[in-house]
């Protein structure tokens, strides 16, 4: 793991998730492969091995740049900004 500044600017609490699914593969007919969550807003997203890497969309459309996965079981975090693990 990185030390990583944009994990001190999240929120706290974790924002509640806005879905529990990815919206923009539900309006495009696709399926995610795995769901990820945006610790800045809330927005679920798929991953980037699923056809619309709406993850990575939102954090190029939003600058948020710290994810989680949003699988059960499942925690690790991401920073987009960075490219390392946080």
């Known amino acids: 793991m990185?030390?990583?500044p944009?994990?001190?600017e999240l929120p706290?609490?974790?924002p509640d998730p806005?879905?529990?699914t990815c919206l923009e593969c539900l309006a495009a007919g696709t399926h995610p492969v795995q769901l990820r969550i945006c610790l800045?807003?809330?927005h679920v997203g798929c991953c980037d091995s699923s056809p619309g890497r709406h993850a990575t969309r939102?954090?190029?459309d939003t600058g948020h740049?710290?994810?989680r996965?949003?699988?059960p079981g499942e925690s690790w975090r991401w920073c987009f900004a960075d490219g390392a693990i946080v």
């Open 6 to 8: 944009h994990v001190e």
């Open 69 to 71: 996965s949003f699988e």
């Open 65 to 67: 740049p710290v994810m």
């Open 2 to 4: 990185k030390d990583c």
């Open 18 to 20: 806005l879905s529990d």
């Open 40 to 42: 800045g807003c809330g």
């Open 58 to 60: 939102h954090f190029g």
């Open 12 to 14: 706290h609490p974790q």
